[in-house]
């Protein structure tokens, strides 16, 4: 099963997709100040999806909009 999500907001950058992923590691517009992002929902997400067996990563958004694309897979469990 794939779920995606998809933003308004900046994008984040192809050098940074792997990063966003880490704890605390935030991208952030040069003028937003520190402390406004924990930097931990998405390493939150990486975590969970991980946990069971999915995966999660950023890309661009498809329609070529601004904004940053999430995708999340989770395996199929087998039917009882």
């Not at 308004?8 to 991208?27: I, L, Q």
């Not at 929902?41 to 958004?61: C, V, Y």
């Amino acid at each position: 099963m794939f779920v995606s999500v998809e933003d308004e907001g900046p994008g984040v950058p192809e050098a940074e997709r792997e990063d966003v992923f880490r704890r605390f590691h935030s991208v952030r517009l040069a003028e937003e100040h520190f402390g406004r992002h924990s930097g931990l929902g998405l390493a939150i997400a990486k975590a969970t999806f991980e946990g069971h067996d999915g995966r999660i990563w950023a890309e661009d958004r498809h329609d070529g909009s601004r904004g940053a694309r999430f995708v999340a897979r989770l395996p199929a469990t087998p039917s009882e």
